[in-house]
């Protein structure tokens, strides 16, 4: 039995509609029938009595519904003694960050809020990852998500890894390579690869780099990048060219004249981490840490 389940269980008995239960939960319908249908098989009982015109509890979830809530208040008041054991109340918690972490980062700060629903967050979207690093060694961030490898260089930064996450190609859709279904290394070679300097991500340019080379193949430049609008909307009107992007951000965008293809196996991904300041680090540290474990 999960939490979850009791929490969309109780969800439903308040509403007695599965849409309405959904909007309030912020999530899809058959997300909750699916955990639903789960509990029910678990306990052994029907819980809801489902019909075209209405949802009702059984006996069975008319004896579920108090003890449910019961749990749900001692989980809220275990939170909230850990938020305040944390620290988590008074200054907001400052998080550098950047483009491309979709989903995953809406979950984190999701449970965030679930864990401590008065701590303020702001989002503090950066240039160069040398930037974050630095703005979380000076104090002015409390931590950072970073992608690839990280350079110390002295800043005295501790450095936990989270998750891998997937990159793609971003390639013309009328082009041949479109309908391929990986982006391989000889296929692209040819055409012109738009990505940001090294010195702005040196660990995505690296990589892709390295893997071609490790394929026998060399990329070739194309017109430098600029900003991802600007430079999916060149890659689909010239159709010789290409980038690279995190597949969490692919998902999020709607071009009509690019595809998004996965590497060939095994594929390319980079390690995203969480940075602290290692002498100091955040009170709210094991607030982020229990938020970005939940997500993994």
Request: aromatic share 6%; hydrophobic share 45%.
């Amino acid at each position: 039995m999960e939490l979850r389940q009791l929490e969309y269980f109780v969800a439903v008995a308040e509403e007695l509609h599965f849409g309405r239960a959904a909007e309030k939960l912020h999530i899809g319908q058959p997300a909750v029938s699916q955990q639903l249908r789960r509990l029910e098989r678990e306990l052994g009982a029907e819980l809801f009595d489902r019909s075209p015109r209405h949802v009702r509890l059984t006996p069975a979830g008319r004896a579920l519904l108090p003890q449910a809530r019961d749990v749900l208040t001692a989980v809220a008041r275990a939170r909230s003694a850990v938020a305040s054991a944390a620290g988590v109340h008074g200054a907001p918690l400052r998080i550098g960050t950047s483009s491309g972490l979709g989903e995953r980062l809406e979950q984190v700060l999701d449970e965030i809020l679930r864990l401590a629903p008065d701590l303020a967050v702001e989002l503090v979207t950066t240039g160069p990852t040398s930037e974050r690093l630095d703005r979380v060694a000076d104090g002015s961030l409390d931590a950072a998500f970073v992608r690839g490898t990280v350079p110390d260089e002295g800043r005295g930064l501790r450095v936990v890894p989270l998750w891998p996450d997937e990159l793609v190609a971003a390639v013309p859709a009328r082009h041949p390579v479109a309908q391929d279904e990986y982006a391989t290394y000889a296929a692209l070679a040819p055409l012109g690869l738009r990505l940001t300097t090294r010195r702005n991500n040196p660990a995505l340019v690296d990589l892709i780099v390295g893997a071609f080379h490790a394929a026998g193949h060399e990329p070739t430049s194309s017109t430098p990048y600029t900003r991802l609008a600007d430079t999916l909307a060149a890659i689909g009107t010239d159709g010789t060219s290409y980038t690279v992007v995190y597949a969490a951000h692919a998902a999020q965008i709607n071009n009509r004249r690019v595809a998004f293809l996965p590497f060939e196996p095994p594929g390319l991904s980079l390690m995203t981490h969480l940075v602290v300041r290692r002498s100091a680090p955040t009170p709210h540290f094991s607030l982020l840490m229990q938020a970005c474990d939940h997500d993994s």
